[in-house]
């Protein structure tokens, strides 16, 4: 694999020039910290990154997780990374003090290291990551006394923590969920039911496994008003510290296309009905509790998802300088030297998609980073309005780098040609690895709808209204700039385009109702996506353009030429395509709503 997975130059542009991740420093939360602290942590990562994470890439995806006899059993160095993970502070990174945390901003404790081990080996990444989550939500709504119980073992990687949702009948649908509580006299409730598909929910690389299970108490409203949020362990806790079996069995474990380092498994809970499980916060209120890890969990699944594609950047890059072949349209001689293939246009369009998607998720994902942050410090309306802002991006941060994730994999392995197909480079598994990203934590469809159906009207439209300013105001900065104008103005249209399909939309949501209305949210969500991460290039342009006048030294000037460069291709070949998009979304015909099952046959 190439030495490079992810750019440090790079991650610094987003964090310090193109946004002031150091003004967070004057809140109360963060005073500790200092800039020698982010840029200490950003260099332990990138070090961890080289010397943990990349050298058992490829090797976890060849040792994939076996079940034997009711065990999982994962590549030896698991614990090995838990453990570092744990010792190292980066399970606790944004947790308060008071609870084994350093109270570092999200930007800096969950962004930079998901990003950069993400990159170097995301199997590897994802264990530690769950328990992130999953001792989240107990710092979030746990008592003192689950506090007590979990987060001193979890934080320092020796315990596994999960997010259970999925069942057989409920995967989109959580409104479907059955898994049951029936509650005891002696406080616990009993748990029986399913879950599927549940990532790093058994293995042998952890002493026990945490599960943050949504579950319905047994005579609790349908629907998801219905849901509780529960701690269930793999081994409950007896008094005197020693583990005990809760009677939650894994069944299986299912063999994926790629992501195969790390375990998905089949629970069942109860069996022998001896499974306890322990409430957290209100019952019926789980639902909402869990929208925190998931939310969290679809920024990491965008910033993984551009992280491997970031990785698939840098391979093709390196093999596109050394692979002679062909020569130049110009040259004439059959006898002159081959030039390398980044010499052919059709191969340098092929990488500037690449980082044109890659640095163009990477900066709207800081983006939501820096509002969740402010959102955290922050109170009254403005708390309100970063809350706004990262709630609309969400389904954009996960989805856009997720889809386009796939189709930058697949160009990063075109320009390996027949080589990019052979197991011995890593292309194949990085093309492998980003598919389940549209999958999980919600598909593709789920989020158009949530944002078409949902954020769009949220507060009476009041998200959408803040997010247009945040544009218009990118917009502005850029009309000052002759050379990026063209860029500003193309922009704007596509903003004016933006309101005048979504007030479309909502006409046909009056007038036809909700099927005809989200029946083609997943482009909607496309189109979105596409104009922010525009909007993304256009800021990081405007940043450039302005580093370029202050007369930089020469790998700087290489720097912001090519931010300048992947800008312009942005506007020149992937902004246009909202044209096509819109004409479908104006439609309005209803197509895939009355086409007739039937009619698929043959
Ligand atoms: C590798 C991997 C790791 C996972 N990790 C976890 C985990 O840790 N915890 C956990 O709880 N789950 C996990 N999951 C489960 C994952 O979240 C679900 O697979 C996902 O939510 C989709 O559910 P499903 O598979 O049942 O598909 P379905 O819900 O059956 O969806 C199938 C297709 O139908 C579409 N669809 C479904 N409903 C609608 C609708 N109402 N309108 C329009 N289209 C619809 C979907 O978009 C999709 O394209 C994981 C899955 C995988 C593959």
């Not at 058994?202 to 509780?228: Q, Y």
């Not at 994926?256 to 499974?275: H, M, S, V, W």
């Not at 030294?553 to 290489?558: K, P, T, Y």
Request: proline share 4%; net charge negative; charged share 25%.
């Amino acid at each position: 694999m190439a030495e490079k997975f992810i750019s440090e130059r790079n991650l610094k542009f987003l964090l310090y020039e193109l946004n002031d991740t150091e003004s967070l420093l004057r809140y109360p939360r963060y005073a500790d910290h200092s800039r020698e602290v982010f840029d200490m942590i950003l260099d332990t990562a990138m070090r961890m990154g080289k010397d943990l994470f990349k050298p058992l890439f490829e090797e976890m995806d060849r040792k994939a997780p076996e079940y034997v006899k009711g065990e999982v059993k994962v590549h030896p160095r698991v614990r090995d990374i838990m453990r570092q993970a744990g010792e190292g502070g980066w399970i606790a990174s944004t947790f308060p003090y008071d609870l084994g945390g350093q109270q570092l901003p999200f930007t800096i404790g969950v962004f930079l290291p998901t990003a950069i081990f993400g990159a170097a080996n995301y199997s590897a990444a994802v264990y530690h990551g769950l328990t992130h989550g999953a001792a989240g939500l107990i710092v979030s709504y746990g008592s003192q006394e689950m506090k007590d119980t979990y987060l001193p073992k979890m934080i320092a990687g020796e315990w596994q923590g999960t997010m259970a949702l999925t069942e057989p009948q409920a995967g989109s649908s959580l409104t479907d969920l059955t898994t049951t509580a029936t509650p005891t006299e002696e406080g616990y409730y009993k748990i029986r039911g399913q879950k599927l598909f549940i990532s790093a929910g058994d293995h042998d690389g952890a002493d026990n496994i945490i599960h943050l299970a949504l579950v319905r108490i047994k005579d609790a409203p349908p629907g998801i008003k219905g849901i509780s949020l529960f701690i269930i362990p793999k081994k409950r806790i007896k008094e005197d510290g020693s583990l005990e079996s809760n009677d939650v069995n894994c069944a299986g474990i299912y063999h994926k296309l790629g992501y195969r380092g790390a375990p998905i498994t089949q629970l069942a809970f109860g069996e022998n009905d001896d499974c306890r499980g322990w409430l957290v916060g209100e019952a019926n209120k789980g639902l909402a509790y869990m929208f925190q890890m998931m939310n969290g969990a679809r920024i990491d699944v965008g910033l993984a998802a551009a992280c491997i594609s970031s990785a698939a950047y840098y391979a093709s890059l390196e093999y596109a300088r050394e692979r002679p072949q062909g020569r130049k349209l110009t040259s004439k001689d059959p006898l002159s030297p081959q030039v390398p293939i980044i010499e052919h246009a059709d191969v340098r369009r092929m990488l500037l998609f690449q980082k044109s998607i890659v640095e163009g998720s990477l900066a709207l994902l800081v983006q939501c980073g820096l509002y969740e942050d402010l959102e955290h410090v922050t109170e009254g309306e403005e708390r309100e309005n970063y809350n706004l802002l990262l709630e609309l991006l969400t389904p954009v941060a996960k989805s856009y780098p997720a889809e386009m994730g796939i189709l930058s994999c697949s160009q990063g392995l075109q320009i390996l040609g027949g080589y990019g197909f052979c197991e011995e480079f890593p292309l194949e598994q990085l093309y492998r690895d980003v598919r389940i990203h549209p999958i999980h934590e919600g598909t593709t469809g789920i989020q158009g709808m949530d944002l078409l159906g949902r954020k769009m009207m949220m507060k009476k439209g009041k998200a959408a209204q803040l997010y247009l300013a945040e544009v218009r105001k990118a917009i502005r900065e850029a009309q000052d700039d002759m050379q990026l104008k063209p860029f500003a103005d193309q922009l704007q249209s596509a903003v004016a385009q933006l309101e005048k399909v979504t007030a479309h939309l909502f006409g046909i949501a009056a007038k036809e109702g909700p099927e005809m209305f989200l029946a083609d949210a997943t482009l909607y969500l496309e189109f979105f996506g596409i104009i922010a991460i525009a909007w993304q290039w256009l800021r990081q342009a405007v940043c450039a353009g302005k580093a370029l006048q202050k007369n930089p030294g020469e790998s700087d000037v290489n720097f912001y030429n090519g931010k300048m460069v992947a800008c312009r291709y942005f506007y020149g070949y992937e902004l246009p395509k909202i044209e096509g998009l819109a004409i479908r979304l104006l439609s309005g015909d209803g197509l895939t709503v009355t086409m007739k099952n039937e009619y698929f046959e043959d």
